[in-house]
């Protein structure tokens, strides 16, 4: 399967690996025409907000903890939101994969995705309104806090696993900007954080304020990421990519038939063997930051010079060096997979 073009190093080759295959003058005029330039970075900037979205609902939730803490002060808030989102998300995504990924449109995913964001984050600031009110120990209230962020773990599992394939399929660039996005949600709400804290009073009333903000923001950012995504597809150049994976796949089909069944967990078991020591590298980074964050970081570590800013700067350090590391790959990226795995394993060894 593949094309003959006439700059087999251009990005399009990203897509469609270049053989000597002869193709009919229709199924290559695709791939010869001339790459659409992204205007003003348009996609660029939406592949941002994207990544910047699917992970702002579990920041706004994670950041709202001083709130939370308050209003139910005999559970260890920081500690079950992980288990309960993460959990959610990673079985919802297994899921996804092994079953419903080669099946399902990834557009329908990350728009329902993005609708049950919504839904999740209007739960907190609606329930606050009509029954918390500010009062501690309602523990009910907890649970459906609780319930609300496993369905931002099930919407997180049905965006990111569509967004990152969607991307996969773009230049490298595009999976930068998804990957950076995600370090931005969690400066966005730092920044507004630190805005509470300092502009608001540390009792119920300021508490509530604080976390109704975070959650708007969240609604806010997340109703752009709908109408982003619902316009990306109209932009020349990813309609340049979409034709090309139409056409991609089509060959495909017509050379190995349907992926279905058994030829697909064949495709997807190579897949796996393929970057099987990059998915371990990223469980070790994933393993050694949630051991940490934002469990430990806000309930087991103190100053007595900072106090209860101490935890607030951190994540905030956490957040932004998260930034810088991730758009540095803009800049550069390495290249050596033994170093960056190597890495890996000796961030675990360092911690």
Same mark, same amino acid.
């Given at each position: 399967?593949?094309?003959?073009?006439?700059?087999?190093?251009?990005?399009?080759?990203?897509?469609?690996?270049?053989?000597?295959?002869?193709?009919? +003058?229709?199924?290559s005029t695709i791939s010869q025409q001339k790459i659409p330039k992204d205007t003003f970075h348009?996609? *660029?900037?939406?592949? /941002? +907000?994207?990544?910047?979205?699917?992970?702002?609902?579990?920041?706004? /939730?994670?950041?709202?903890?001083?709130?939370?803490?308050?209003?139910?002060?005999?559970?260890?808030?920081?500690?079950?939101?992980?288990v309960a989102y993460m959990l959610v998300g990673l079985a919802c995504l297994v899921v996804i994969?092994?079953?419903?990924?080669?099946?399902?449109?990834?557009?329908?995913?990350?728009?329902?995705?993005?609708?049950?964001?919504?839904?999740?984050?209007?739960?907190?600031?609606?329930?606050?309104?009509?029954?918390i009110k500010g009062r501690v120990g309602l523990y009910d209230g907890f649970y459906v806090t609780?319930?609300?962020?496993?369905?931002?773990?099930?919407?997180?599992?049905?965006?990111?696993?569509?967004?990152?394939?969607?991307?996969?399929?773009?230049?490298?660039?595009?999976?930068?900007?998804?990957?950076?996005?995600?370090?931005?949600?969690?400066?966005?709400?730092?920044?507004?954080?630190?805005?509470? =804290?300092?502009?608001?009073?540390?009792?119920? #009333?300021?508490?509530?304020?604080?976390?109704?903000?975070?959650?708007?923001?969240?609604?806010?950012?997340?109703?752009?990421?709908?109408?982003? *995504?619902?316009?990306?597809?109209?932009?020349?150049?990813? =309609?340049?990519?979409?034709?090309?994976?139409?056409?991609?796949?089509?060959?495909?089909?017509?050379?190995?038939?349907?992926?279905?069944?058994?030829?697909?967990?064949?495709?997807?078991?190579?897949?796996?063997?393929?970057?099987?020591?990059?998915?371990?590298?990223?469980?070790?980074?994933?393993?050694?930051?949630?051991?940490?964050?934002?469990? *430990?970081?806000?309930?087991?570590? #103190?100053?007595?010079?900072? =106090?209860?800013?101490?935890?607030?700067?951190?994540?905030?350090?956490?957040?932004?060096?998260?930034?810088?590391?991730?758009?540095?790959?803009?800049?550069?990226?390495?290249?050596?997979?033994?170093?960056?795995?190597?890495?890996?394993?000796?961030?675990?060894?360092?911690?």
């Open positions: 399967m593949g094309l003959t073009t006439t700059e087999p190093d251009t990005e399009s080759s990203l897509l469609l690996p270049s053989t000597t295959t002869t193709t009919t +003058t229709t199924n348009l996609a *660029y900037i939406i592949y /941002f +907000t994207l990544g910047l979205g699917f992970l702002l609902p579990w920041n706004a /939730f994670i950041t709202a903890v001083d709130y939370f803490s308050y209003i139910y002060p005999d559970v260890s808030v920081d500690r079950i939101f992980s994969i092994l079953f419903y990924a080669h099946k399902s449109d990834a557009y329908l995913r990350i728009n329902l995705g993005l609708g049950l964001f919504i839904v999740a984050l209007f739960v907190v600031p609606i329930m606050d309104a009509v029954y609780v319930g609300a962020l496993a369905l931002s773990g099930m919407a997180d599992a049905l965006v990111q696993g569509g967004l990152i394939g969607a991307a996969g399929e773009l230049p490298e660039r595009y999976m930068q900007a998804v990957v950076a996005g995600t370090a931005a949600s969690g400066v966005l709400v730092s920044i507004l954080r630190i805005l509470t =804290k300092a502009v608001y009073t540390q009792d119920s #009333h300021g508490l509530r304020k604080s976390a109704n903000l975070y959650f708007a923001v969240g609604i806010v950012v997340m109703a752009i990421c709908l109408v982003f *995504y619902n316009m990306a597809h109209r932009l020349p150049i990813m =309609k340049y990519y979409a034709d090309l994976k139409i056409q991609a796949v089509n060959e495909d089909e017509e050379e190995k038939g349907s992926l279905t069944g058994a030829r697909w967990r064949s495709t997807l078991w190579e897949i796996v063997c393929s970057v099987q020591w990059y998915g371990i590298g990223i469980v070790i980074i994933y393993v050694v930051t949630l051991s940490i964050f934002p469990g *430990y970081i806000t309930e087991d570590v #103190h100053s007595e010079i900072l =106090k209860d800013w101490y935890s607030i700067i951190l994540i905030a350090g956490y957040n932004v060096f998260d930034l810088v590391g991730k758009s540095l790959t803009a800049v550069y990226l390495l290249k050596n997979a033994k170093i960056a795995i190597g890495g890996c394993f000796g961030l675990q060894m360092a911690i």
